[in-house]
């Protein structure tokens, strides 16, 4: 009997969204301009680009509802579900040509900020041509909670549902095609929504190899518990990322002053400052590409924050690869 996963993939193969082995990179060596450590605050100001100026075009954004009785992957831990999508397609794609594109976890929180942010710096060519696929969890939130059982499993489900199930729907429904090629294709969020951006690249760099998260849960919230990985994503600083060798990753992470579990000890595998604080000093010791900001007096996943930084975080996740 094959497994989940190995249904997930062979349906995304068939569907030709997986096959980046085929397509090779195109993205050229980015430096390490950018690369380390900032703190920012304490007081914050929304960047410029959130302003759409007279005259760039806008991107149109498009929704629709996925059910949870169509699903393989996530058919529902309590009961049916439905999963709102919003997808951006800005003004100056070109049908049947092939986008790099971004998925954002909790998606209808970023229809605003992302989508004005995309179509500035598109407008401006400092960001290829992308698609921005906004995808909600299916409901609730911490342990044993559909959100809870997407977002903060330790493996590479989330990545393959992503792969199998929500791509070729976006396709069709959008009509839009997507790049195969790891280096056009990045993962995002908050909180959880953050640690499955990362999970998406860790356990599929073939697929995903740009994340950019934002108080990231980089703590012990999964469940149910998997003996392989028992502290959740806490493992990845405290044991996955330095047994690993390096994955082709570029990695954006911020965490704030006060965020959650600030004040936690370190045995509540609760902190999110220690956690995140944890994750740069894994990624810097393995020499990845690495971003780190410290947002002084902010809270969890705190707005003005995204507000003030996604035009910077996305300008320096797609440094190298090709603007038109």
Known sequence: ???IAQYLLRTALLAGLCVASVNPSRAADPGTAGDGDFTIGPDYTNAPELTVKEGVPRGTIHEFVMDSADSQAYPGLKGPYK???YVYVPSQYVAGTAAPFIV???GRGYTNTLSRTLDTMIHEHRLPVMIAIMINSGGGDGKGSERGLEYDTV???YAEFIEAEVLPRVAK???VKFTSDPEGRAAMGGSSGGAAAFTMGWFHPELYRRILTYSGTYVNQQSPVNPASPHGAW???????PASSVKPLRIWLEVSENDNGSKSPEESYHNWVLANQRMRDVLKAKGYHYQYVFAQNAGHTDGKVTRQTLPD???WLWRGYPVK
């Open 104 to 106: 954002a976890q909790d």
């Open 83 to 85: 999963r709102a999508v």
């Open 155 to 157: 493996s590479g489900k």
């Open 235 to 241: 493992e990845y600083h405290e044991h996955i990322i």
């Open 173 to 175: 429904e959008c009509n």
């Open 313 to 315: 975080a996305l300008a």
């Open 1 to 3: 009997m094959k497994t």
